[in-house]
């Protein structure tokens, strides 16, 4: 057992500024051996652990602010782009029946759909536009494209509005687990084992901390042994939030997922 000879049992532990209230207890485990327990209650736990909820509260909420913000800007991009291609594919409608050879390729629509309008077979640079054949054959799949790229963006902005129209801006049910999932306490955990008859003195077994939750589960974390027995010796925390942070420095991680 680590300790620092200098302090009695009870100068170690029982005199702690960490501490609010300590407990001892004793009992017996599966293997017949009685466990020795001590229990610090940590000095303004609720009140650091409240914090850090509350700080979980407010990055759930500031990133429900920001999605919606991100689905709105989204429907207004889908939306005039949309309006964009019909507002072209108007235009190019009624101009591209009567485009001669010598202006098709300089048509707003042209340039906006050539690119991706034709199957490698069909070369429809200007120079290769022979005939009334090969331009009718041009036009058409030059208003094919047209008319897939309206649909495709149709469905984005339906999509995109669906999206918008579903979304929850406050999420109660998500609040109310995140706060129902918060700590609200901690206590200091230090157990020995005591064989009968074996050995005189005792061994330590355990060392962590019990999270009590607002919904009154208690979620036991193991920590480490010299980090607990350096602050039950050296007493260099004086409150909660600076002995959680010593020797259980996930904390945030921990609290903050959700």
């Known amino acids: 057992m680590f300790m620092d000879e200098s302090y009695t049992v009870e100068q170690a532990f029982e005199h702690r500024d960490v501490c609010s209230g300590v407990d001892w207890s004793s009992f017996k485990d599966k293997r017949g051996r009685t466990i020795v327990e001590y229990k610090c209650d940590l000095r303004d736990s609720k009140t650091f652990l409240t914090g850090l ?22 429907v207004q991009q889908a939306q005039s782009s949309l309006e964009s291609l019909k507002s072209e594919y108007k235009k190019a409608n009624v101009e591209i029946a009567n485009l001669n050879e010598s202006d098709l390729k300089d048509s707003d629509f042209y340039s906006h ?27 058409r799949k030059i208003k094919e494209e047209g008319e897939r790229k309206i649909y495709w963006a149709e469905d984005k902005y339906n999509k995109n509005k669906e999206e918008l129209q579903s979304f929850v801006p406050v999420d109660e049910k998500k609040e109310n687990k995140i706060i129902s999932n918060g700590y609200v306490s901690a206590k200091e955990v230090i157990q020995w084992a005591i064989v009968d008859g074996e050995s005189p003195h005792p061994t330590l077994q355990y060392t962590g901390i019990d999270y009590l939750k607002k919904n009154g589960e208690v979620i036991s974390k193991p920590v480490s042994s010299s980090d607990i027995l350096n602050e039950v010796y050296y007493g260099h925390s004086k409150d909660a939030k600076t002995y959680i942070y010593r020797v259980d420095p996930a904390i945030d991680n921990t609290l903050l997922v959700w």
């Open 113 to 139: 759909f050539i690119h991706n309008a034709t199957q490698p077979t069909v070369n429809c640079v200007l120079s290769n536009i022979r005939d009334a054949d090969m331009k009718s054959l041009c036009v």
């Open 53 to 74: 909820t509350e700080t979980k509260l407010s990055r759930f909420r500031s990133q429900k602010r920001q999605l919606l913000e991100v689905v709105e800007r989204d």
